[in-house]
C-alpha cells in the first residue's frame, strides 16, 4: 500500500519541479523549449489524474467505514493508532489533491505559452503588413 503514495509522492515533486520551470522567467527559445518539453511530459502524465481520483475514492471509502475510537473503552495505544492513521489519511488526500491541481497548472501554464507565442506570430505578420 506504501508503494501508491511513494509514485504519488514523486510525481508532486516532479510536477513542482515543472511548474517552477514554466513560471521562472527564462529567454523566449529557452522557455520554449521547456513549453515543449513539458507538454510532451504531460501526456503520460494525465494516467495519474484517473489514479489520483481512484486513491481519493479508496481514502473516502476506508474514512466512512474506520473503527472510530472516542468512548473510554478504547486504550491510549489504540487511540493513538487511530490518530496516526487519520493524519497519514489528510496527508494522502493532500497528496491527491495537489497531483490534480499542480497537473493542471502545469497544463494551462502551457496552453497560455503556446497562445502567447500564437499572438506574437499575428502581431509579426500584422506589422510586415
Known amino acids: 500500500m506504501a508503494l501508491q503514495w511513494l509514485i504519488l509522492e514523486s510525481?508532486?515533486?516532479s510536477e513542482v519541479a515543472l511548474v517552477?520551470?514554466?513560471?521562472?522567467?527564462?529567454?523566449?527559445?529557452?522557455?520554449?523549449?521547456?513549453?515543449?518539453?513539458?507538454?510532451?511530459?504531460?501526456q503520460p502524465l494525465s494516467s495519474l489524474i484517473p489514479?489520483?481520483?481512484?486513491?481519493?475514492?479508496d481514502l473516502y471509502w476506508k474514512s466512512e467505514h474506520r473503527l472510530i475510537c472516542t468512548?473510554?473503552?478504547c486504550t491510549?495505544?489504540?487511540?493513538?493508532?487511530?490518530e496516526r492513521s487519520l493524519f497519514k489519511a489528510q496527508r494522502n488526500v493532500i497528496l491527491c489533491v495537489?497531483?490534480?491541481?499542480l497537473y493542471w497548472y502545469s497544463l494551462h501554464i502551457c496552453k497560455y505559452h503556446k497562445e502567447i507565442k500564437e499572438l506574437e506570430?499575428?502581431?509579426?505578420?500584422?506589422?510586415?503588413?
Open 76 to 82: 491510549q495505544e489504540e487511540r493513538i493508532r487511530y
Open 51 to 57: 489514479f489520483a481520483v481512484f486513491n481519493l475514492l
Open 11 to 13: 510525481v508532486v515533486a
Open 98 to 101: 495537489s497531483v490534480c491541481l
Open 121 to 129: 506570430a499575428v502581431e509579426k505578420r500584422a506589422k510586415n503588413l
Open 20 to 42: 517552477l520551470l514554466l513560471t521562472l522567467p527564462w529567454p523566449n527559445p529557452i522557455i520554449s523549449q521547456i513549453v515543449s518539453l513539458t507538454s510532451k511530459l504531460l
Open 71 to 73: 468512548s473510554d473503552v
